[in-house]
């Protein structure tokens, strides 16, 4: 059962580079999440998405990008990376209606370190 | 604005003894709450939920939560604390209707002392 699978698990960035964090599931939630993590805050929603070809925007959303061609698929991706995006990113899915009650399934994470 | 609180940043138990891990919430209409457990350098875990009904909530690895409407608060609690429960806890709720947003709690560390 791979559940949420997320690559890669560790990155150095320097400033002003770019990468996509892979997000992938197969569990064939509709509902996708991307979410980071900074100590003492809990977790910010970046972006999400309720199904293929559909995204939105959460609390934390500038200097991401996200996209969803597939159900299985929610990459990440950050343009210009600056020293506050240094966090631990997470993907999340889960089947959602609008008014679900169902949980969130989370990957490992991917640690980021932006110098 | 909709919000839930942690107030307890680090909660400190003896192995064998009961513990409590405190949540409370802000939000406008029936509250959908939750709770997860990150393990280090894991993801969240799913732990338990409350949605309607009875008032105590059971959950995985023998932990339960207790809904309390008129103290807006939704502790997670184990009768007898391991070791092996030692983790990071979030709380979190559902941000309003027609969305399956989360809105998470800050965390509380739980060390469970042998």
């Given at each position: 059962?791979a559940?949420?699978?997320?690559?890669?698990?560790?990155?150095?960035?320097k400033?002003?580079?770019?990468?996509?964090?892979?997000?992938?599931?197969?569990?064939?939630?509709?509902?996708?999440y991307?979410?980071?993590?900074?100590?003492?805050?809990?977790?910010?929603?970046?972006?999400?998405?309720?199904?293929?070809?559909?995204?939105?925007?959460?609390?934390?959303?500038?200097?991401?990008?996200?996209?969803?061609?597939?159900?299985?698929?929610?990459?990440?991706?950050?343009?210009?990376?600056?020293?506050?995006?240094?966090?631990?990113?997470?993907?999340?899915?889960?089947?959602?209606?609008?008014?679900?009650?169902?949980?969130?399934?989370?990957?490992?994470?991917?640690?980021?370190?932006?110098? | 604005?909709?919000s839930?609180?942690?107030?307890?940043?680090?909660?400190?138990?003896?192995?064998?003894?009961?513990?409590?891990?405190?949540c409370?919430?802000?939000?406008?209409?029936?509250?959908?709450?939750?709770?997860?457990?990150?393990?280090?350098?894991?993801?969240?875990?799913?732990?338990?939920?409350?949605?309607?009904?009875?008032?105590?909530?059971?959950g995985?690895?023998?932990?339960?939560?207790?809904?309390?409407?008129?103290?807006?608060?939704?502790?997670?609690?184990?009768?007898?604390?391991?070791?092996?429960?030692?983790?990071?806890?979030?709380c979190?709720?559902?941000?309003?209707?027609?969305?399956?947003k989360?809105?998470?709690?800050?965390?509380?560390?739980l060390?469970?002392?042998?």
């Amino acid at each position: 059962n791979a559940g949420v699978t997320q690559t890669p698990k560790f990155r150095i960035l320097k400033i002003g580079q770019s990468m996509t964090l892979q997000c992938t599931q197969d569990m064939n939630h509709n509902y996708m999440y991307w979410y980071r993590q900074d100590p003492g805050m809990g977790l910010k929603l970046i972006y999400y998405s309720v199904g293929a070809g559909i995204t939105d925007k959460g609390e934390v959303p500038n200097g991401y990008n996200v996209s969803r061609s597939t159900t299985e698929d929610f990459p990440l991706r950050l343009e210009l990376a600056a020293p506050s995006q240094t966090s631990v990113y997470f993907c999340a899915s889960s089947y959602g209606t609008g008014n679900s009650n169902q949980p969130q399934h989370f990957g490992d994470g991917t640690r980021l370190s932006i110098l | 604005a909709q919000s839930v609180a942690q107030p307890e940043d680090q909660v400190n138990v003896a192995e064998g003894n009961p513990l409590t891990v405190k949540c409370t919430y802000s939000v406008s209409g029936n509250p959908y709450l939750f709770w997860y457990v990150q393990y280090p350098n894991r993801g969240l875990q799913f732990l338990l939920k409350y949605i309607t009904g009875d008032n105590l909530v059971k959950g995985s690895y023998g932990f339960e939560a207790e809904f309390n409407k008129s103290q807006t608060s939704f502790h997670l609690k184990k009768p007898s604390a391991l070791v092996s429960d030692s983790a990071l806890y979030f709380c979190a709720v559902r941000v309003r209707l027609n969305t399956d947003k989360l809105i998470f709690g800050t965390g509380t560390r739980l060390q469970v002392f042998p």
